[in-house]
């Protein structure tokens, strides 16, 4: 499976536009998925457009939340894929039942190895995507607002699996280093095999993950593609 960071905050290819929010493509599986759409459409139409990304080619858009950050690009993608397909959540408003259209509610699958962790939290409601790979569980998260760490047990919880690479928003920039080290901590006892925070996790955040989890640390930011094949992990090279 491959995945391409489309929208966020922090750059990694030269030429690609950031701004706060997050989206990226998931290519590979039975569906090709859009998790989220970032904030805006302009954005994140000229980001796909310069990364050879067709709208046309995804068939399915999988909304985390409902925050503007995240679902603010959708619009003016449906301009371009009026059919596609949409997986929002149980608690979303109205506004955003487009002509094809799914509320998750329960944990449930999107297509053959991939699967939406359900609406998760009390006050921010959420959902992680979560891929099965021959190399373990691949969790992507928004911005992780019912929590990281329930999320990795989420997935563990569900298919009794290996975790190997969570990324995404962690949402933890509002931590103290002694709070985000007991995180890391937590990672580690899940059994985290590889790490790629972005987003809203936090500049901080990001520095002690990396300093603790070295080479399997892997920076994130706008183009980046991370492709997990049965034999290799691969990564276009860093600017
Ligand atoms: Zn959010
Ligand atoms: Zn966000």
Same mark, same amino acid.
């Given at each position: 499976?491959?995945?391409?960071?489309?929208?966020?905050?922090?750059?990694?290819?030269?030429?690609?536009?950031?701004?706060?929010?997050?989206?990226?493509?998931?290519?590979?599986?039975?569906?090709?998925?859009?998790?989220?759409?970032?904030? $805006?459409?302009?954005?994140?139409?000229?980001?796909?457009?310069?990364?050879?990304?067709?709208?046309?080619? %995804?068939?399915?858009?999988?909304?985390?939340?409902?925050?503007? $950050?995240?679902?603010?690009?959708?619009?003016?993608?449906?301009?371009? #894929?009026?059919?596609?397909?949409?997986?929002?959540?149980?608690?979303?408003?109205?506004?955003?039942?487009?002509?094809?259209?799914?509320? %998750?509610?329960?944990?449930?699958?999107?297509?053959?190895?991939?699967?939406?962790?359900?609406?998760?939290?009390?006050?921010?409601?959420?959902?992680?995507?979560?891929?099965?790979? $021959?190399?373990?569980?691949?969790?992507?998260?928004?911005?992780?607002?019912?929590?990281?760490?329930?999320?990795?047990?989420?997935?563990?919880?569900?298919?009794?699996?290996?975790?190997?690479?969570?990324?995404?928003?962690?949402?933890?920039?509002?931590?103290?280093?002694?709070?985000?080290?007991?995180?890391?901590?937590?990672?580690?006892?899940?059994?985290?095999?590889?790490?790629?925070?972005?987003?809203?996790?936090? $500049?901080?955040?990001?520095?002690?993950?990396?300093?603790?989890?070295?080479?399997?640390?892997?920076?994130?930011? %706008?183009?980046? %593609?991370?492709?997990?094949?049965?034999?290799?992990?691969?990564? #276009?090279?860093?600017?």
């Amino acid at each position: 499976m491959k995945i391409t960071v489309i929208f966020d905050n922090y750059p990694y290819e030269e030429g690609l536009a950031t701004d706060w929010g997050f989206s990226c493509l998931i290519q590979g599986a039975e569906k090709t998925i859009l998790f989220d759409t970032g904030a $805006d459409g302009d954005i994140l139409l000229s980001n796909m457009k310069k990364l050879g990304i067709e709208p046309k080619i %995804v068939d399915t858009v999988f909304l985390s939340h409902e925050h503007w $950050d995240h679902t603010g690009g959708l619009n003016a993608f449906l301009c371009g #894929n009026p059919d596609c397909f949409i997986y929002l959540l149980e608690s979303f408003s109205t506004s955003f039942e487009a002509k094809n259209y799914k509320k %998750v509610n329960e944990s449930m699958e999107i297509c053959e190895n991939i699967y939406s962790t359900g609406e998760l939290g009390n006050q921010i409601k959420e959902q992680s995507l979560i891929l099965k790979t $021959d190399k373990g569980l691949v969790i992507i998260t928004g911005c992780a607002h019912s929590g990281i760490i329930n999320i990795i047990k989420k997935a563990k919880e569900l298919f009794k699996q290996e975790i190997y690479l969570v990324m995404g928003g962690f949402h933890l920039a509002e931590l103290s280093d002694a709070e985000i080290q007991e995180i890391i901590n937590d990672f580690k006892c899940l059994g985290v095999k590889l790490v790629s925070p972005s987003h809203c996790s936090g $500049d901080r955040t990001i520095e002690l993950f990396h300093q603790c989890y070295g080479k399997d640390f892997i920076k994130l930011g %706008v183009g980046k %593609v991370i492709e997990i094949t049965s034999s290799m992990t691969k990564c #276009n090279a860093l600017i």
